[in-house]
Each structure stands twice: as structure tokens, then as C-alpha cells.
């Protein structure tokens, strides 16, 4: 929140408050949409997902953020990714490969780890 800061201008000797937040003011938009979407929205809103259409596009736009970040971390990561892929082709193609049941345990205890890890 911003606030006004207290001052002094030659011109005044009045005080501004600094106690009172400043008020922003942003002009409400005006989108058309065609009937398609206008639709779409309609039925997300009479599932009583959202509140209002302010809801439903925000939440939309968080979606498109997250689909966004991920992308630019695969882009960052492709080179690794593509050598760890790599990695485990030449493993397969010397014959160093796990069971079924070996895989499926290392795959939980990595589960177990990273979940460990949200929590903390």
C-alpha cells in the first residue's frame, strides 16, 4: 500500500498526513468477446466455480503463468534433460537395467523425498 510521506514545501507550510494510504485509481476495461466465449464463461460461472468473471479470468491468467513457467524451466533444462536421457539409453544399451520392482522402489523413495521436502 502506498503511502504519503510527510513534507514541508516552501510554497505551504501545511502538513501532508502521513496515516492516510494513498487511493489508486485504475480505470475498469472493457473487453468484447464473441458468443464462444461468452459462453464459456457463463457456463464456468453458473458451475459456481467462480464468483464473477473477475475471478474466472484472474484464475485463468494464474493458469497461463504456470503453463509459462514451465515451459522457460523445460528450456532451461532440455540440455539435461536430453543428457540424462541419453545417459539411460547407453545404460539400457550396455544391459545395466533394474526390475520392474527395483524401478517402482526407487521411484517411491524419490517421491517420498521430494515430498518430504514441500515440507519443510
Known amino acids: 500500500m502506498l503511502y504519503k510521506t510527510q513534507s514541508t514545501t516552501p510554497q505551504s507550510t501545511?502538513?501532508?498526513?502521513?496515516?492516510?494510504?494513498l487511493q489508486l485509481?485504475?480505470?475498469?476495461?472493457?473487453?468484447?468477446?464473441?458468443?464462444?466465449?461468452e459462453e464459456r464463461i457463463q457456463r464456468q460461472l453458473d458451475r459456481g466455480a467462480f464468483p464473477?468473471?473477475?475471478?474466472?479470468l484472474a484464475h485463468a491468467l494464474d493458469l497461463l503463468e504456470e503453463e509459462k513457467a514451465a515451459e522457460d524451466w523445460l528450456d532451461r533444462n532440455m540440455d539435461a534433460i536430453n543428457a540424462d536421457l541419453d545417459e539411460s539409453l547407453a545404460?539400457?544399451?550396455?544391459?545395466?537395467?533394474?526390475?520392474?520392482?527395483?524401478?517402482?522402489?526407487?521411484?517411491?523413495?524419490?517421491?517420498?523425498?521430494?515430498?518430504?521436502?514441500?515440507?519443510?
Open 14 to 21: 501545511e502538513k501532508i498526513d502521513t496515516a492516510t494510504p
Open 91 to 120: 545404460q539400457t544399451a550396455r544391459g545395466e537395467t533394474s526390475s520392474s520392482e527395483e524401478s517402482l522402489a526407487d521411484l517411491a523413495q524419490h517421491r517420498a523425498a521430494r515430498d518430504l521436502n514441500r515440507l519443510i
Open 52 to 56: 464473477g468473471p473477475t475471478e474466472l
Open 25 to 37: 485509481y485504475t480505470p475498469p476495461r472493457t473487453i468484447t468477446l464473441d458468443a464462444a466465449t
